[in-house]
């Protein structure tokens, strides 16, 4: 199946994200890039006038269509980059962002959400928002993640996933100060956690028996209990309880040696134990081709590893790799899904 098979021929629905990031112009590149790339089809929940703007900034000779629907999407995806109107109340500029836009930045995720409910769109790829700039404008989610979980339904977990050809990796916990994230790691959560990544592997991502490594918390593992007792009493009971549930699933392994070349043949994807420990990892062996996808949604929600790169916004010169990997796989996720569906 290639990635412009959107399984039934749902576009896909690419949120503004931050407005002085570089996700617009990533759209706009995208769209220029979708027949040589074999994107399928997809639509921009966004503002046609800061796109336009933006284009117009960077030389980019990519028409802007506004549609009314969804559906209107395919008809004009071949001439004009298609835009469903998210207004800004305020033109955005590049690099400097303004709390005063954040009502339109959850408003592209809410219909976003809405359209993927409703079964009118194929999934959700999110670009970049400024946390800090949500923060201040009242936003009481710590990102994307938790926020989309709360608008599909009351008691979902998301669980992040960091997803690139090189390595797909989990943290249980995911925007928590370290001292905090260390003191919320429990037996149950990380086997929910688990047990959700394992589930989002077969379904999503079609491994029959998806293998988990779980890294240890310490140093070493904790060295059998000489370096923190969190590795004993928390991360291998929860290994104890996936392996009777039937998961394949191994740990605490040392953190240190989990991401070398041979250690990531041995499974399939890695639980850390807090963001960094597996972020960093994943981000370093492949930043531009990594893509974060939300598991355990009734949606699909891929968006780009990277931030809003704020520093080379504007300037037409940020990589599109992340982005056209985050809309391939959203699309195949789709097809899957429709697929399993029936
Ligand atoms: N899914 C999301 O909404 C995400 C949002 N963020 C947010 O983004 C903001 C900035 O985060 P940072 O830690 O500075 O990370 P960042 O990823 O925005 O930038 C880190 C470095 O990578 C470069 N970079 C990023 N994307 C690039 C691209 N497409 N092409 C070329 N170079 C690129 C930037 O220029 C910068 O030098 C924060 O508010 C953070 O919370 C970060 C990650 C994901
Ligand atoms: N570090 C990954 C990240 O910040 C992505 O967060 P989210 O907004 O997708 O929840």
């Known amino acids: 199946m290639s990635a412009s098979d959107t399984g039934g021929g749902l576009p896909l629905a690419i949120t503004m994200g931050e407005p002085a990031g570089v996700g617009g112009e990533l759209t706009l590149a995208a769209w220029a890039g979708r027949e040589a790339l074999s994107l399928p ?3 921009a929940l966004d503002d046609p006038e800061r796109l336009r703007m933006i284009a117009g900034a960077i030389g980019a000779a990519v028409p802007v269509e506004e549609i009314a629907r969804p559906e209107d999407a395919a008809a004009v995806f071949g001439r004009a980059l298609p835009v469903l109107p ?51 404008a009242g936003f009481p989610y710590p990102g994307h993640t938790e926020y989309l979980a709360a608008r599909c339904g009351i008691g979902i977990k998301p669980v992040m996933m960091i997803a690139s050809p090189a390595i797909k990796v989990v943290p249980v916990t995911i925007h928590e100060p370290l001292i905090r994230a260390v003191a919320m790691l429990t037996p149950s959560l990380i086997v929910e956690i688990a047990t959700i990544t394992a589930e989002a592997l077969r379904r999503d991502f079609g491994i029959a028996r998806p293998r988990l490594a779980l890294a ?7 060295e059998d209990g000489a370096l923190g007792l969190e590795d ?27 991401f070398h070349a041979e250690a990531r043949a041995g499974y399939d994807a890695v639980l850390g134990m ?69």
Request: glycine share 10%; net charge positive.
């Open 216 to 222: 240890g918390v310490n140093p070493h593992a904790g």
């Open 274 to 342: 807090y963001h960094d420990q597996v972020l960093i990892p994943a981000k370093t062996l492949d930043f531009h081709g990594g893509v974060n996808v939300t598991l355990g949604l009734p949606i699909v929600r891929t968006s780009p590893d990277h931030g809003t790169a704020l520093d080379i916004a504007g300037r037409g010169i940020a990589r599109i790799d992340s982005l056209v990997a985050a809309i391939r796989l959203a699309s195949l996720m789709s097809a899957a899904r429709r697929r399993a569906a029936g």
């Open 232 to 258: 004993k009493a928390v991360v291998a009971p929860a290994v104890a309880m996936l392996t009777a549930a039937g998961i394949d699933a191994r740990g605490p392994l040392p953190a240190d040696t989990l």
């Open 41 to 43: 089809v997809f639509f």
């Open 86 to 136: 998210v207004r800004l109340p305020y033109p955005a500029t590049p690099g400097s962002p303004n709390p005063a836009h954040a009502t339109a930045v959850v408003e592209a995720l809410d219909r976003a959400v809405a359209l993927a409910l409703a079964g009118r769109i194929g999934g959700v790829v999110t670009n970049p928002i400024q946390k800090k700039t949500l923060y201040d």
